[in-house]
């Protein structure tokens, strides 16, 4: 039967015309392997039919489309050419990827005549959205063996300092030796800083998973960070025998500094971790139109194997099975998330057995933008505190005894109390207001944000104040953002509350609400 014999019947011509408003592509082919009919969306399918005319055979249309280069066959053209051929009346589905980038599912129906019906179909759309279904399902799983991994090593991380500080803890108290003693309580030190270090990567880690860190881009000159990095570090180096070397510079850079310091800290402390003889040295020179700071270190370096996967969390390179103190598998990732936020790049260079150079690329600054006369808080300053009132509300009375006795060392005049009540309290009675208040955020059911609302109006006025909270939930910070309070996180780091306290009774203007510190 012809195509026009198609036309000349009113049913067939039909049914010709709805097959022309399908979407599909519809070729319909008779036993001998000739088309009976094809619609619109099939004859337009592919350039290379248009040659044919809408006479031709299941073989000229095979032949075509195989040495059109329209589209990605799995196979040589003659091959497929074949096997296709072979195939004739099978019922069967293929996808093929076209040139343009789509995707087309060729559907093949076997008639009980012997003939074939060829439905071609763009699959493209559904194809990518099994694709992002995919990579969303591998991702999610993904993600739960991270979290999982994340809190398998976290666990055994802290459990590890834990379990030596519960045991130094019991033979400090039965040691009646003061050298000993001593000590017993440099060890419990190192194991506190452990944990520490540990508590923190992972506060920082849980900052960034929540988009919490937000930017604070300033200019400033390298030095300030230089300097309090050597400060932290020195002691470090010289007991494991190193020089620590930071080459003097007047350079001049766009970032945040608070930021910037954490990742030349992370960037430092790993050279010195992974070092053993020589020492580290720190310094920065210019490229391009910007500043790259570089941390040298004569350490063990890093195999070619070992350099794509140092940025992951939790992954470390086991130089020393038996080293007392082995790095976290938090730094580099700490660091390559901290500078994709500032949009700076990082860099490493390494030989196995020779050392390693890590680098930070940053804007370069106007020196006079830069903020020369940066707060600078020496904990060996001493008398600045000397006689000041502060409240403190801290309702866990170990902790509480902590405070006051740290800050009775730097001089304040410490009242503590355990809840609301106590300290509206001490703003009635007391002879004179509180020159600055410590309030916890959890206080026995009450929020340290409340609590501090209600004693500032009995107060008559404004009173600095700072919030001290072990919870990291980015909801909390928020909340206490909103009040307009600066927050330190537990195990609170006594420098850092010292700089903190200096910056809100004599420079307020520094502090800036709700960002952890």
């Not at 506060?203 to 300030?224: C, K, M, Y």
């Not at 970032?255 to 971790?273: F, G, M, P, Y």
């Not at 080293?323 to 730094?331: I, N």
């Not at 600095?464 to 996180?489: F, K, N, W």
Request: proline letters at 3%; a negative charge.
């Amino acid at each position: 039967m012809s195509q026009h014999a198609i036309a000349d019947t009113p049913d067939i011509a039909d049914i010709a015309g709805g097959l022309d408003a399908m979407e599909d592509g519809i070729g319909i082919f008779e036993a001998d392997r000739v088309l009976l009919h094809a619609n619109r969306s099939f004859l337009t399918a592919f350039e290379c039919l248009s040659s044919l005319g809408r006479q031709f055979t299941y073989g000229d249309f095979v032949a075509h489309l195989a040495r059109s280069g329209e589209i990605v066959l799995p196979l040589s053209a003659e091959h497929w050419i074949t096997l296709e051929l072979s195939q004739y009346g099978t019922r069967r589905k293929s996808e093929y990827l076209l040139a343009d980038g789509r995707t087309l599912e060729f559907g093949h129906h076997a008639a009980v005549s012997g003939g074939l019906t060829v439905v071609l179909r763009d699959v493209t759309a559904a194809k990518s959205l099994e694709a992002m279904l995919r990579r969303t399902k591998a991702e999610a799983e993904t993600s739960n063996e991270t979290k999982s991994r994340f809190l398998r090593a976290a666990n055994h991380d802290l459990r590890q300092p834990l379990s030596t500080l519960k045991i130094l803890i019991f033979s400090c108290m039965q040691e009646q030796e003061e050298e000993h003693r001593r000590d017993l309580l440099h060890a419990m030190d190192i194991s506190v800083s452990i944990m520490e270090d540990l508590l923190g990567a992972l506060l920082q880690i849980g900052q960034l998973d929540a988009g919490q860190i937000v930017p604070r881009v300033s200019t400033f000159q390298l030095s300030q960070i230089f300097e309090r990095i050597g400060l932290q570090f020195s002691h470090q180096a010289r007991e494991r025998g190193l020089k620590l070397r930071f080459v003097q510079t007047r350079a001049t850079v766009v970032s945040d500094k608070a930021l910037l310091e954490r990742i030349l800290t992370n960037l430092v402390a790993n050279a010195i971790r992974y070092t053993d003889v020589g020492g580290v040295v720190v310094g920065c020179r210019r490229s391009g139109s910007g500043i790259r700071v570089e941390v040298w270190d004569s350490g063990k370096g890093i195999a070619e194997q070992h350099k794509s996967r140092i940025f992951d969390e939790f992954y470390q390179i086991n130089h020393d099975r038996h080293s007392r103190k082995k790095g976290l598998g938090l730094g580099l990732n700490i660091v390559q998330r901290l500078a994709g936020l500032l949009g700076h790049r990082v860099g490493v260079r390494s030989v196995e057995g020779s050392g390693s150079v890590f680098s930070i690329e940053m804007p370069i600054g106007d020196v006079w933008q830069s903020d020369t006369v940066a707060s600078e808080v020496s904990e060996m300053v001493g008398g600045e505190f000397a006689g000041t009132p502060v409240l403190v509300i801290e309702d866990d009375a170990v902790l509480q005894d902590a405070m006051r006795e740290l800050l009775e060392r730097w001089g304040f005049r410490v009242t503590a109390v355990q809840t609301e009540e106590d300290a509206l309290e001490v703003i009635a009675n007391a002879g004179e207001r509180p020159a600055l208040i410590i309030a916890d955020y959890s206080l026995r059911g009450q929020f340290g944000t409340d609590v501090l609302q209600k004693i500032m109006a009995a107060a008559g006025g404004h009173i600095p104040a700072l919030i001290v909270t072990a919870d990291v939930e980015p909801r909390i910070i928020s909340e206490i953002q909103a009040a307009g309070l600066p927050v330190l996180i537990k195990p609170i780091s006594p420098p850092r509350l010292r700089v903190m306290m200096h910056n809100l009774l004599f420079e307020p203007g520094s502090v800036t609400a709700g960002r952890p510190e």
